[in-house]
């Protein structure tokens, strides 16, 4: 069964340092998206994409952060300089038709 | 503010129990919604899809109320395997279907 994969699996950085979170979507589908679960808390929404540019994105996602598909097949988030609340589990998720997500195993980053 | 509301539990359960949880959601315009499981520190997992008329996928079956702006999830004849967190999922109407995700509702089942 395809799955959207994510890399790497845990991200240690110290605050200030850019770090870039790799995921690779379910081959055929459409629409990507990046959300981030802060431990204990709900997962929230951070920026959804189609056609190679960003259709909605959250308050969170402000201009530290940006999105890229630099191919066919990879989905990349950067956060340009870390903060320590940044800390959180990221997770890509893909869909074939904007409604039916499926998600990653996540990668948890750690900022110092 | 567009919420999605659950009751945090934990609902502590034996096994063979049945259980059902509820979500509200404040904003009438929501098009679509779904259940996801998440055991801890993984991901959402898709449970099932939440249609008008209602659904069963073996054990679970989901309801979806409209006029009162719930849905609920219940889950019969409960596994040990069934401990997770169960999240709920609003899509409201914008350009690609903003999710909302509620806190989620912790389900234990005991021997």
């Known amino acids: 069964e395809p799955e959207v994969t994510q890399t790497p699996s845990h991200q240690v950085t110290q605050m200030g340092q850019e770090v870039i979170l790799r995921c690779v979507p379910i081959?055929?589908?459409?629409?990507f998206y990046w959300y981030r679960q802060i431990l204990g808390q709900k997962v929230e929404f951070l920026v959804s994409f189609y056609n190679n540019e960003i259709s909605e994105k959250s308050e969170i996602f402000d201009d530290q952060f940006s999105v890229e598909r630099p191919d066919g097949s990879n989905f990349t988030l950067k956060i340009r300089s870390t903060k320590l609340e940044d800390s959180a589990m990221y997770f890509c998720a893909s869909s074939e038709a904007a409604r039916t997500q499926y998600f990653g195993p996540g990668t948890r980053l750690t900022v110092l | 503010r567009k919420e999605v509301e659950q009751d945090p539990g934990p609902f502590n359960v034996p096994e063979g129990a049945t259980v059902a949880f509820n979500c509200t959601y404040s904003n009438s315009a929501s098009q679509s919604f779904f259940w996801y499981r998440q055991d801890c520190r993984k991901e959402p997992k898709l449970l099932m899809s939440?249609?008008?008329s209602g659904n069963e996928d073996g054990r679970f079956t989901a309801q979806l109320n409209r006029a009162s702006q719930y849905i609920s999830l219940l889950i019969r004849d409960s596994k040990l395997s069934d401990s997770a967190t169960y999240l709920c999922?609003?899509?409201?109407?914008?350009?690609?279907?903003?999710?909302?995700f509620g806190r989620g509702t912790s389900l234990i089942v005991h021997p």
């Open positions: 939440v249609y008008s």
């Open positions: 999922v609003v899509l409201q109407a914008g350009g690609s279907y903003i999710p909302t």
């Open positions: 081959s055929n589908h459409l629409y």
